[in-house]
């Protein structure tokens, strides 16, 4: 007997974001992420990878098309919806965004505070949030820097406070904005390899903008590639060749185009039932 394909997590169909300047950043994007998949953003600065990650997570209002949740009880995001799903959804960034003079453990424990009632915001961190955090950050492997102040961490060690920061919401999908721009190459790929590691481990959805090819075609489970505002490639990695590269990061007076993708390797539109997930 055949299973059922379960539902895409996430669908995007011809959202498009246009600022109050005037600027198009976004024209009718529309893609479907799976569940426990890692996905990867790839573009020149500028070309909407970071508006495409904020129309997501709702920071950006698309000015055109919708965002659908499939694990919400109205697909829509909008109103309660909304809500609950800015409190699934995980977010780190490329400057980390952490207190420099809060422990470890405390900037952590502020990713716990969408959890919290009002009245509960005011009392004393529950025993079980501090466990929930420490327990996340010994999974970044800084469980000796608990109560080290943040502006005393390296670079490196600052984002995998960050990643637990989200981690510790215990989200369904994580939402990295380029997450190692910052860092050296060989950090850079070890904070990525762990976060790589703990979404497979976890099934966690993840949707993370790079400007590093490499590591795109290392990690990612599927590629998309965006160029002035527009999704031109949407594959797997393999397919993501040196053409396709070049074409993606080609001049912008150039054709914005979609890139060719071979059609064995491809992803499915959106009027077609992605396939299952292989166990990771």
């Known amino acids: 007997m055949t299973l059922p394909t379960p539902a895409p997590l996430l669908t995007l169909r011809n959202v498009s974001v246009a600022y109050p300047d005037g600027h198009q950043a976004l024209h009718n994007a529309s ?57 699934r959804c995980g977010m780190v960034f490329q400057q980390h965004h952490l207190i420099g003079r809060l422990s470890v453990l405390a900037n952590v424990l502020i990713g716990r505070v969408a959890s919290r009632s009002l009245l509960g915001s ?54 990295a904005d380029e997450p190692v721009a910052s860092l050296d190459p060989a950090t850079a790929d070890t904070v990525l390899a762990l976060l790589h590691e703990i979404c497979k481990n976890d099934g966690l959805t993840a949707i993370v903008s790079l400007h590093q090819v490499a590591l795109a075609r290392r990690y ?47 992803t499915p539109s959106l009027t077609t039932q992605p396939k299952e997930l292989q166990p990771c």
Not at 41 to 64: D, E, F, H, Y
Not at 136 to 141: A, L, Q, Y
Not at 158 to 168: D, E, F, N, P, T
Not at 235 to 249: I, K, S, T
Request: zero cysteines; a positive charge.
């Open 31 to 87: 893609m479907q992420v799976k569940q426990g998949e890692f996905l990867v953003l790839l573009g020149a600065s500028g070309a909407g990878k970071s508006t495409l990650l904020r129309s997501i997570n709702g920071l950006v209002r698309p000015t055109g098309g919708e965002v659908l949740a499939s694990d919400l009880p109205a697909a829509a995001l909008s109103g309660r919806n909304l809500r609950e799903h800015r409190r």
């Open 220 to 266: 990612a489970d599927r590629i998309i590639g965006l160029r002035q505002g527009r999704i031109v490639f949407d594959g797997e990695p393999v397919a993501f060749n040196a053409p396709a590269e070049a074409q993606l990061y080609a001049p912008p007076s150039t054709s914005s185009e979609p890139i060719a993708v071979d059609s064995v390797r491809s």
């Open 122 to 175: 005011l009392l004393p961190w529950r025993r079980e949030d501090k466990l929930a955090a420490l327990a996340v950050i010994e999974r970044v492997g800084l469980l000796d820097k608990a109560l080290a102040r943040a502006d005393t961490l390296s670079g490196g060690q600052q984002q995998r406070v960050g990643i637990a920061r989200a981690l510790v919401q215990r989200p369904r999908l994580l939402l």
